[in-house]
T-cell receptor
């Protein structure tokens, strides 16, 4: 079974600073994918970044980067130059191997608050 | 509109009533997912369709829950004899390849 662990219920960061949101995962699959989603108070889940288990380089998407450490089974999200609009709930999720339906298993989330 | 839409956005019902939610995926997406999210938790997988075929159901999906995707386009999720524990946000997502696009969700409150 797959499991995602996010140990930070809440995080604070000052505007323009960088912040790291932690995510560790557990799986016996060799092929898997890791996702980060942002959920503002309005409720929609917004895709941020994806890392495949066989990707050799860490994924980057604008101000978002994923610090993928396969041996440690961690996939931390780094947000650079935080903005007030980054305040939201952030979820790490894992997708199983191809052919398994591609359902996502989510962590419990980290509430990020960006302060002036 | 190129996103995933869900209706209604909010539903308040009395315990024991039946409710039905609708999800309209992105038109070219062949996969459709339903998730449930309770307060303070991440979304939990309920069921998955590839085109019109329902390929996987979570054990969370009791016999009071049924989902359909006729013709492989929109999908409906019905909850019969609602219970207070069914109060949650019900999220729909669709995908073609890797990226899943989520809808805004339907928030259900069972009184």
């Amino acid at each position: 079974a797959q499991k995602i662990t996010q140990t930070q219920p809440g995080m604070f960061v000052q505007e323009k600073e960088a912040v790291t949101l932690d995510c560790t995962y557990d799986t016996s699959d060799q092929s898997y994918g890791l996702f980060w989603y942002k959920q503002p108070s309005s409720g929609e889940m917004i895709f941020l970044i994806y890392q495949g288990s066989y990707d050799e380089q860490n994924a980057t998407e604008g101000r978002y980067s994923l610090n993928f450490q396969k041996a440690r089974k961690s996939a931390n999200l780094v947000i650079s130059a935080s903005q007030l609009g980054d305040s939201a709930m952030y979820f790490c999720a894992m997708r199983g191997p191809p052919g398994g339906g591609n359902k996502l298993t989510f962590g419990t989330g980290t509430q990020l608050k960006v302060e002036l | 509109d190129t996103g995933v839409s869900q209706n209604p956005r909010h539903k308040i019902t009395k315990r024991g009533q039946n409710v039905t939610f609708r999800c309209d995926p992105i038109s070219e997406h062949n996969r459709l997912y339903w998730y449930r999210q309770t307060l303070g938790q991440g979304p939990e997988f309920l069921t998955y369709f590839q085109n019109e075929a329902q390929l996987e159901k979570s054990r969370l999906l009791s016999d009071r829950f049924s989902a359909e995707r006729p013709k492989g386009s929109f999908s409906t999720l019905e909850i019969q004899r609602t219970e207070q524990g069914d109060s949650a946000m019900y999220l729909c997502a669709s995908s073609l390849n890797r990226q899943r696009v989520f809808g805004p969700g339907t928030r259900l409150t069972v009184l």
